[in-house]
């Protein structure tokens, strides 16, 4: 029997013990955690889409319409009109024949792993896979061939040794830890060439890479030749769930052995709902993807500017930073608290003993004062706990590039960012909506604004119209009156 209080005193001894840190109201870019402020670094909530208030309305309707539990399992009773409606918008998002929801991303994996291997087959796993593959592997009873990270060279020496047993490669299309890229093209070529599956869980990649936010599959060109891709609704898309998108005959054949799916209640229509909004402002908003793109290149570069080694795909939003061991690392993460940062310490055995540091995940809504402060402010709590960096050099310029003198001087325009895209437009990165409509309006060129959030609530008739007709935002009723 396993000895709780020895495991947990063992357990801080190696720096290892975890507490749940408590934040206080809705994911945005900056919280409120264990009662002080912070900017939210380590939060997967991509594209600032958990706390939108288009998607926060959707899951209240639905609550309303369709109430808030599903009562069943997809098989019994929950498969309710939303559930349907959200996986024909998933599949044709994903320009595959079928979706089918899952409750959780962690829940898709072991059910799809399990589902498509069995004891005699092997399944071919990347050593860096995500834990829900790992325990889809140990589900399935099948023999598992877990090849070096991304190295396709041993993944077909393993290919080879299976002698016609194999089942199944399965990948992360991006690393959960490091944010890195599966050789996807490779894979798909050794799938054929050795005639197994390729499931590729892809839940960082959806609504971050690729055209439209279409995932890493997309990105790479490869939907064609992937069997099942994996995507949580838990990330970018802001709610709680997931999907898997295939063909038909294996829609049919998931649903109805995928013991994850079968023996576990349907997700709640308000997650639904809300994964739903998220899609189609992911669809009506491709800038959001790119916006993230931006914000995560413009982090790496001036984390790099500041000394640190700053590894990974430069346009995935997972930044991890390498400083020691797990001491370093979990004081590495306080000093940054201390300094109103808020990152993940990443420690073995997730990475080596050595390779201890912070993984960071940067958001479409952070503003890039706020990722300049934090570059800052993480190179210095990095210092302050004893990590060894570099130099600082200077950073390299991050496309797009900032033009504040596109903003006319006025007292508040000033405090918006206006940033030129590359191709003529202005972004403007302020999130109370009256400033940015200034700010918009005095640099006199084009712009291509996407806001959240009402007008503030003590805003001038005048700015509140500015707001409303440049961001589409509906002003609050404290606005009207002191309008009218
Ligand atoms: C690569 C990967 N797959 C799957 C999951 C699980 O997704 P969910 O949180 O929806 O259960 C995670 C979650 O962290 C992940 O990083």
Partial sequence: MIEIEARLDELEQLGLSRRMRLVSGPQGPRVVLDGKPVLLL????????????????????????????????????????????????????????????????????????????????????????????????????????IYEHGDVEHLEWGLREAEGRGALIVTDGVFARDGDLAPLPELVELAERWDVRLVVDDSHGVGTLGSGGRGAVAEAGCEDGV??????????????????????????????????L???????????????????????????????????????????AAGFDVPGSGHSPIVPLALGDAATALRSCERALERGVFAQPLLPPQVPLDGAGLRLAVMASHSKSELRDAARALAQAARAAGAVQSEPRRAPQPAPIREPAAVAPGPRARHAELWDDGEGELWVEQRRPVIAAEAVQASGRPFDAELDGPPAPRASRRAAQTAQGIFDVEAPASVVEHAA
């Fill in 42 to 145: 380590c939060s997967n909530n991509y594209l600032g889409l958990a706390d939108h208030p288009a998607v926060r309305e959707a899951a209240a309707d639905a609550a309303m319409r369709w109430g808030v539990g599903a009562g069943g399992s997809r098989l019994v009773s929950g498969t309710m009109t939303i559930h349907r409606r959200l996986e024909e918008r998933l599949a044709a998002f994903q320009r595959r024949q079928a979706a089918l929801l899952f409750g959780s991303g962690y829940l898709a994996n072991v059910g799809v792993v399990s589902s498509l291997a069995r004891a005699g087959d092997v399944v071919f796993s990347d050593e860096l896979n995500h834990a829900a593959v790992v325990d889809g592997c140990r589900l399935s009873r099948a023999d598992v061939f």
């Fill in 227 to 260: 069997d099942v891709v994996i995507g949580s609704l838990g990330k970018a898309l802001g709610s709680y769930g997931a999907y898997v998108v295939c063909d038909q005959p294996m829609a049919r054949y998931l649903a109805t052995s995928a013991r994850s």
């Fill in 262 to 304: 079968i023996h576990s209640t349907a997700p709640s229509p308000p997650a639904v709902a809300g994964a739903l909004a998220a899609l189609t402002l992911l669809e009506q908003q491709p800038r959001r993807v790119e916006k993230l793109q931006a914000n995560a290149a413009l982090l790496r570069s001036e984390l790099a």
